[in-house]
């Protein structure tokens, strides 16, 4: 069965983008931009990603991919894409994305099905990743934490979860930034 990862950047103070959903403070972070082999291992076991609206259309329009769709598979391979939105979203062409709405665990059976025997990559937004963990389907959450700061933005996780629902399992420097890995307890997958 797949695990589910919420695998995401922060800054220090623990905001995943500004006010308007720009992830571009990470960009600014040398090495912000991916690329580590760990990464790479990461993805490797990774058969589906979930993005939340916000996240999907911030990256659309910062990489131009309705415009350019050959650099997605750059980023993503050919995975599934589930997008949870309440919106019509731009769709790039060629990509395998699939937009969902509503509860999480109504489209799990169909997620967890297009991830095969790979594990799922909670993309973003923080909120997205709440639901999982309200749900009891996250299994892990993995943050890079960036040596920067934001005066406001959208948070890492808006969820009180707690020492008896979090264990630490990794910490690591990855260049820049510190990255740290939680099984969480109470995981129904």
């Known amino acids: ?17 500004d006010d308007h959903d ?13 690329g580590d082999e760990d990464f790479q291992r990461f993805l490797a ?8 609206s916000s996240t999907y259309r911030w990256v659309i329009e910062h990489e131009d991919l309705v415009a350019h769709p050959e650099k997605w598979p750059s980023y993503y391979g050919d995975r599934p894409t589930w997008v949870f939105t ?13 937009f969902a709405s509503g509860d999480v665990r109504d489209v ?11 594990d799922v990559w909670i993309v973003g937004g923080g909120d997205l990743a709440g639901q999982f963990a309200d749900a009891g389907l996250l299994d892990e ?6 040596p920067a700061t ?14 008896d629902r979090l264990e630490l399992t990794v ?19």
């Open 86 to 98: 309440s919106k019509d979203q731009p769709v790039v062409p060629g990509v395998d994305i699939r």
């Open 45 to 52: 076991g990774i058969g589906v990603l979930v993005q939340g």
């Open 141 to 146: 959450i993995r943050v890079s934490i960036a």
């Open 150 to 163: 934001l005066p406001s933005g959208k948070p890492l996780l808006p969820r009180s979860l707690g020492a």
């Open 1 to 17: 069965m797949p695990r589910v990862v919420y695998y995401t950047a922060t800054t220090l103070n623990g905001f995943l983008a």
């Open 108 to 118: 799990w059976p169909q997620i967890r099905a297009s991830a095969g025997d790979r």
């Open 171 to 189: 910490v690591r420097q990855a260049g820049a930034f510190a990255e740290l890995t939680y099984a969480v307890k109470g995981s129904a997958t």
């Open 22 to 34: 720009s992830l571009d403070w990470l960009f600014a972070v040398p090495g912000g931009e991916g």
